[in-house]
């Protein structure tokens, strides 16, 4: 046990994600067109957003601005 507590927590950890992908598609494309102007959003459909970072909290950021 004393080994295993010795290594810390690094081996537990998960490999870190690269890059996150939010893709949002809207019943109407008059709310996709509204909320595609946050910084890094692509409007790739009529009705649908994508935004690609390497951060999550600039996910959570996006959600925050684009759906509400």
């Known amino acids: 046990m004393e080994s295993a507590l010795s290594n810390g927590i690094s081996g537990a950890m998960p490999a870190k994600a690269g890059d996150w992908v939010l893709r949002i598609e809207f019943s109407n494309p ?5 909320r595609c102007w946050y910084p890094g959003v692509e409007h790739v459909a009529d009705r649908t957003l994508q935004f690609q970072t390497s951060g999550f909290f600039e996910i959570q950021r ?3 601005f684009i759906v509400m």
Do not use: K
């Not at 008059?30 to 509204?34: H, T």
């Open 62 to 64: 996006a959600i925050l």
């Open 30 to 34: 008059v709310d996709a067109y509204q």
